[in-house]
């Protein structure tokens, strides 16, 4: 049953992930609602406003969005659309007065993420990023497990997120596309090793060199990289190596290699199914997938407390943006072949 209290999201963006994924778990949150949806497709918003009971008045287009103003069954904005869409439609949902959860990654650059940031300080309104491995059993273990040091000192962090793109082209798939979606895999799903390679290690990296690649001839990586491999030394001696590609057979994989035990967890950060396993001398201890797709609901509960109590939020805009900062760090030494010192 839903509290009282319930928050209203108007979704934004009614594709794969929104319509597959996220709207589906509403009915598992205690706190929020589906009360609007803003799409470009009109046969959409009729299917799945009737599907999810959102009125007809609570349907909006792109055009007529600002109208979400006086809507007043709306209380924040789940921004859904392509990556490079995110930080013009915050913007907009600010204006409208909305709090704001918005998908990862927070936007394409760091410039972007701040006057997002000041967009909503200007609205004294929240912002969230949709980071959901923080609300995910096994990751909310493995940074507990971490912080208590269960490996020993850490010493080799490394991240693989990787899956072959079938036949594509800029003009057809957001993904391949740049201005949509940034300089390659690294944005879109690297940033999960990204993500987990700082909160396993729990500290900033200290410097960061990189490298990518783009096949020649392939339409597919007409705009973006086909690879991006990099690797972060962290203060305590640490180092990480994240590799993430849209051209290669997937996994989805992160270790934790410490001076007396391992975490390893494959599949590491899916929307269900995860799996962990901690080794230390002779124990084995094995972290199964049962609970996996809580993450969702809970994510969106986090959401609607910060909003209705005033908690804090665990992955705020300020997260997002130090994430894109060293995604930029990133690109600059994959171009330039140097070290980047942080
Ligand atoms: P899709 O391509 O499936 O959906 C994107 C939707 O955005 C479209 O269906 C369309 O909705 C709308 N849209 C508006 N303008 C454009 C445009 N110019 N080009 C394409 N679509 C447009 O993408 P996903 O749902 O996979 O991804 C959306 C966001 O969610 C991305 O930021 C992605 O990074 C994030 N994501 C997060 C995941 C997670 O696990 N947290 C997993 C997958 C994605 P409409 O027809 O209603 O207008």
Redesign the pocket.
Known sequence: PKRADSVGFAIV??????LN?MMPRFSQAARAHVAAI????PD?LRQVGDAYGVPPESRYS?ENFAKIASDRRVDAVYI????G??ADWTERAFAAGKHVLC???MALSSAECERMIAAGRRANRKLMI?Y?SHFEPNNMQAMELMAQNAVGQLRLLRTEQSYRMGPTSPSEN?RVNRA?AGGGPLE?YGIYGLQAALYLAREMPESISATGFRPAGDPRFAEILAHVSSQLRFPSGAVAQLVTSYDSAGGNIVQARGTTGSLIMDPATG?SGNRMVLETGRDRREFGPAESTVQFARQLDHFADAIRDGTQIKTPGEMGLRDLRLIEAIYASAETGRTVML
């Open positions: 963006g009614l594709g794969g992930y929104a994924q803003v799409s470009g497709n959409k792109y859904v659309l392509p990556s869409l995110h998908e990862k990654p949709a959901r957001w949509l879109d929307y």
